[in-house]
């Protein structure tokens, strides 16, 4: 009765399985789908072993159906462990009607018939099976069995319904431990083997062997426990384990005149090991498994050899506003390769760039494993944070200093924000915690305006906001023209990207300060343009670039929290200088002298006599580019003054009170520290650095003129 009763229920093993491993199966009639809901891999010779659920789906069910499986032999036994059917209702009543939907049993031989009885058309029905199997000794590979349709909505084919394993032993490691030149210094490492099959760790000496790279030896066997997972016994004692050099023995121990016992075992070793540092390779120490027993896999990471080392990075980096206070940045992380990497009782040192300073208390100290600090300080300045090692060196440890506040001077420049670890505990490096955007970058023209006349116009400013706030309501953007210039009248004022909220604009400071109040602040970047501008130059400006300084509370706050007596940064003014236009006309009897150069000439004239150059000028988008010392020369600049820096690529020219950079391959050129924009970028052809000739001339207040006709600039100064 039994053995008609698992038939039926290998009947529904096999249909419930068709959904994932069936391969072949056509559509149903009406949609019929086969489901196992978990793959059960199973031992050969084992009795009573639970397999996966199966889930059989007739959406809807609209006849009785009915099918024969067949599996492989008489040998193979199915027991229904649960049965539930869903879906099927009374045609009177609509009562769930279970128990007699389902009807299976054995045929002949390895066949088996399952049916299903509706009790209402058209409806779905979900049949779930869960169930034991016992597996005959000789079976190996997959289980198959086939479907053949009786009637109804089954379908035929052929599908899988169990995988048997091979009678191995499964190696695995745990916990892959850190060691050092002392040794397992972490603990002992640790082997888990279990046997899927009873028996599949052999008696023979060499039933597994496994060997340590070179360099590292087994020290000792810590000691080890073996279970029964058949039967929950303890069965130490019941395997044996040696210790020879680099191999590690284990095999069954045969103590009472029996070999084994009669259940799957689970092994768990714990061994320590030697390094021999002078042959021993960092990295994963990797134990190579040989032996007489089947096994996997055949290599094993049962640890780490690392050396004794510190390293230190940046997590979360963020992005912050230079002239912001307390701004968040990025997680320093100091992390130990190994125990006591870093020392005891010395310090480490957190040092922040100029223009930044760290906000006292504003930080927090995370540590792991074996390292702890103690003695936190905050220098007078708040540019250096230090810390004392508190280190047991036990295991590796990790320091992680978050959630970090900084002060920023309104004129840092922009680009990284580096903090530089130093100290005597033996950590060093820069991290990289934040980003530094200017609040706002500004841009002007380059029209010419002349010194002694008044109203003259100059062409728009546009102001960009780095992103959405930036620009903090209830400030003033101030825009400040050197001494000499005033700014004739206001000029008009308009937002053209974004929502920020402008108030009435004014001037002050004898009209050289244009005052731009911000009553809101934009919930997007906002953009500002300033029109019809008009300048008034007296005659104690100098010529060249009129730069306008860009500052107040609405772009510093540390100005705008502590007012200008009280100051966190006392020289911080101004966020940006830019050029708003150009004085090109000198005062009576300033002209000193004259360079007349030649498109495609290697001879041009200074001051009426020749001079010989190594690369003749050339045009490029329509701008003049010369050799680095000649367009000095033309601007009355000595060779002296002219330094070149081949590691950053930067020329420097020096007239005077005026210091001119200019960089290879970018368009912005340094004027005194003010950042101006040119539409042509110095190159470096056959070999000799080429700069645009105008930009470098109109630094240092020069006149240039052009004759297309004979292809000659003339540059006054």
């Keep these: 009765m039994r053995k008609a009763r698992n038939s039926k229920l290998a009947l529904l093993l096999v249909l419930a399985m068709l959904a994932t491993l069936f391969v072949g199966i056509p559509a149903a009639q009406a949609a019929t789908t086969y489901q196992m809901l978990t793959t059960p891999t199973l031992t050969a010779g084992d009795t009573g072993q639970m397999s996966g659920q199966i889930h059989i789906r007739?959406?809807?069910?609209?006849?009785?159906?009915?099918?024969?499986?067949?599996?492989?032999?008489?040998?193979?036994?199915?027991?229904?462990?649960?049965?539930?059917?869903?879906?099927?209702?009374?045609?009177?009543?609509?009562?769930?009607?279970?128990?007699?939907?389902?009807f299976y049993e054995e045929v002949s031989g390895s066949d088996y018939e399952l049916k299903l009885t509706?009790?209402?058309?058209?409806?779905?029905?979900?049949?779930?099976?869960?169930?034991?199997?016992?597996?005959?000794?000789?079976?190996?590979?997959?289980?198959?069995?086939?479907?053949?349709?009786?009637?109804?909505?089954?379908?035929?084919?052929?599908l899988t319904i169990a995988k048997l394993s091979d009678g191995e032993v499964a190696l695995s490691v745990p916990d892959v431990k850190e060691i050092t030149e002392s040794g397992s210094d972490a603990g002992a490492i640790i082997i888990n083997m279990k046997e899927n099959t009873a028996g599949a760790l052999k008696e023979d000496p060499e039933s597994l062997r496994f060997t340590l790279p070179k360099g590292f030896t087994w020290v000792s066997f810590a000691g080890g426990k073996v279970y029964d997972i058949t039967y929950g016994e303890d069965l130490t004692g019941k395997v044996y384990y040696e210790v020879d050099g680099r191999d590690l023995y284990v095999r069954c121990h045969d103590t009472d005149g029996a070999t084994s016992t009669t259940g799957k075992k689970l092994m768990r070793l714990r061994a320590t090991i030697d390094v021999d540092s002078t042959e021993a390779k960092l990295g994963d120490v990797k134990v190579t498994v040989r032996g007489k027993s089947t096994f996997s896999p055949s290599s094993l990471v049962v640890a780490k050899y690392v050396d004794y080392g510190v390293t230190v990075e940046a997590k979360n980096a963020t992005e912050v506003l230079a002239g912001r206070l307390a701004e968040e940045v990025g997680d320093i992380v100091i992390d130990e390769a190994a125990g006591n990497s870093l020392v005891d009782g010395r310090t480490v040192i957190l040092t922040l760039?100029?223009?930044?300073?760290?906000?006292?208390?504003?930080?927090?100290?995370?540590?792991?494993?074996?390292?702890d600090v103690e003695?936190?300080?905050?220098?007078?300045d708040r540019d250096q944070l230090k810390f004392k090692i508190d280190n047991t060196g036990n295991d590796a440890g990790k320091i992680t200093i978050k959630d970090i506040e900084v002060d920023l001077a309104v004129d840092m420049a922009p680009g990284d924000l580096v903090v530089t670890v130093s100290g005597s505990a033996g950590v060093s490096g820069d991290v990289v915690v934040a980003k530094v955007l200017a609040p706002i970058t500004v841009t002007g023209s380059e029209n010419e305006v002349k010194i002694g006349i008044k109203d003259q116009p100059a062409g728009d400013i546009t102001i960009v906001e780095a992103k959405a706030e930036a620009l903090m309501d209830g400030g003033r953007l101030e825009l400040t023209a050197p001494s000499g210039v005033a700014w004739s009248?206001?000029?008009?004022?308009?937002?053209?990207?974004?929502?920020?909220?402008?108030?009435?604009?004014?001037?002050?400071?004898?009209?050289?300060?244009?005052?731009?109040?911000?009553?809101?602040?934009?919930?997007?970047?906002?953009?500002?343009?300033?029109?019809?501008i008009t300048f008034t130059v007296d005659r104690t400006v100098?010529?060249?670039?009129?730069?306008?300084?860009?500052?107040?509370?609405?772009?510093?706050?540390?100005?705008?929290?502590?007012?200008?007596?009280?100051?966190?940064?006392?020289?911080?003014?101004?966020?940006?200088?830019?050029?708003?236009?150009?004085?090109?006309?000198?005062?009576?009897?300033e002209t000193t002298g004259t360079a007349v150069f030649t498109i495609g000439s290697t001879t041009y004239t200074l001051n009426g006599e020749a001079v010989t150059m190594d690369v003749a000028p050339y045009i490029k988008d329509g701008r003049t580019f010369l050799p680095v010392r000649f367009v000095a020369n033309a601007v009355g600049v000595s060779d002296n003054n002219i330094i070149w820096d081949a590691v950053s690529k930067t020329v420097t020219i020096i007239k005077g009170d005026r210091?001119?950079?200019?960089?290879?391959?970018?368009?912005?050129?340094?004027?005194?520290?003010?950042?101006?924009?040119?539409?042509?970028?110095?190159?470096?052809?056959?070999g000799r650095t080429m700069l645009p000739i105008r930009f470098v001339a109109q630094a240092f207040g020069a006149d240039i003129a052009w004759d297309a006709a004979t292809q000659t600039v003339t540059v006054t100064f």
């Design 375 to 380: 003695g936190v300080t905050l220098n007078s």
């Design 489 to 532: 009248k206001v000029p008009t004022v308009t937002v053209t990207a974004g929502d920020v909220e402008l108030g009435s604009i004014t001037r002050t400071t004898s009209n050289r300060v244009l005052v731009i109040p911000i009553k809101a602040e934009s919930s997007e970047a906002a953009t500002i343009k300033i029109s019809n």
């Design 118 to 158: 509706v009790y209402a058309k058209n409806t779905d029905v979900d049949v779930y099976l869960k169930l034991n199997m016992d597996i005959p000794s000789s079976a190996s590979g997959e289980v198959k069995a086939t479907i053949t349709a009786l009637s109804g909505q089954f379908v035929g084919g052929e």
């Design 58 to 102: 007739f959406d809807p069910l609209t006849t009785t159906s009915s099918a024969i499986i067949s599996l492989p032999s008489d040998d193979y036994d199915l027991n229904i462990a649960s049965c539930v059917v869903s879906g099927v209702y009374g045609v009177n009543d609509n009562s769930l009607q279970v128990g007699t939907d389902l």
């Design 353 to 371: 760039p100029d223009k930044a300073k760290f906000v006292e208390d504003s930080y927090t100290f995370d540590t792991e494993g074996g390292v």
């Design 659 to 686: 210091v001119v950079q200019m960089t290879i391959g970018s368009k912005t050129m340094l004027l005194n520290g003010a950042a101006i924009m040119m539409d042509a970028a110095p190159e470096i052809t056959g």
């Design 542 to 589: 100098p010529v060249g670039t009129l730069v306008v300084s860009a500052g107040g509370t609405a772009v510093n706050e540390d100005l705008m929290e502590n007012g200008a007596d009280n100051l966190v940064f006392e020289d911080a003014e101004y966020v940006a200088k830019f050029v708003a236009a150009v004085v090109v006309t000198p005062a009576p009897g």
